[in-house]
């Protein structure tokens, strides 16, 4: 399991997005593999919602990954809770996101969490790599 706390600001986006591509390639999929970039795509996509629709003044996001098998699940928790995620046509340079969370996700959903203090977003990657992973899972 991978889990952080990032400040709700386009930098804080940024940072998820790395270190997750750091702890895939820790995991054993390296850069530039397609469960890396997948998982990446994902957490950079759902963490830009968290930022520009979950903000909430003084609160963080948080990006958590979970390894089981051939699945990563991708969480991305904010506090904005009555706005929800909704897939919709793209519109000009806006509205790909959760176009592209499906696309290469298994699934994806939203559930209320903690006395709806917060919300989560999650998508199911499947992460199947020739040689499996190296190093251990942390």
Same mark, same amino acid.
């Given at each position: 399991?991978?889990?952080?706390?990032?400040?709700?600001?386009?930098?804080?986006?940024?940072?998820?997005?790395?270190?997750?591509?750091?702890?895939?390639?820790?995991?054993?999929?390296?850069?530039?593999?397609?469960?890396?970039?997948?998982?990446?795509?994902?957490?950079?996509?759902?963490?830009?919602?968290?930022?520009?629709?979950?903000?909430?003044?003084?609160?963080?996001?948080?990006?958590?990954?979970?390894?089981?098998?051939?699945?990563? #699940?991708?969480?991305? @928790?904010?506090?904005?809770?009555?706005?929800?995620?909704? %897939?919709? /046509? =793209?519109? !000009?340079?806006? +509205? &790909?996101?959760?176009?592209?969370?499906?696309?290469?996700?298994?699934?994806?959903?939203?559930?209320? #969490?903690?006395?709806? @203090?917060?919300?989560?977003?999650?998508?199911?990657?499947? %992460?199947? /790599? =020739?040689? !499996?992973?190296? +190093? &251990?899972?942390?």
């Amino acid at each position: 399991m991978f889990s952080q706390l990032f400040s709700c600001t386009p930098r804080g986006a940024r940072l998820a997005r790395r270190l997750v591509a750091h702890r895939m390639d820790a995991w054993g999929f390296p850069y530039g593999s397609e469960a890396g970039e997948n998982v990446t795509l994902v957490v950079a996509e759902l963490a830009a919602n968290a930022v520009r629709h979950g903000r909430v003044a003084g609160r963080d996001f948080r990006v958590r990954l979970l390894w089981e098998g051939a699945v990563v #699940r991708v969480e991305v @928790a904010d506090a904005r809770t009555e706005r929800l995620p909704v %897939v919709r /046509e =793209p519109d !000009g340079e806006s +509205g &790909r996101g959760l176009v592209l969370v499906a696309a290469v996700s298994e699934r994806w959903g939203v559930e209320q #969490r903690a006395g709806r @203090a917060y919300k989560v977003v999650w998508a199911d990657v499947r %992460v199947t /790599e =020739p040689g !499996g992973p190296r +190093g &251990r899972r942390s």
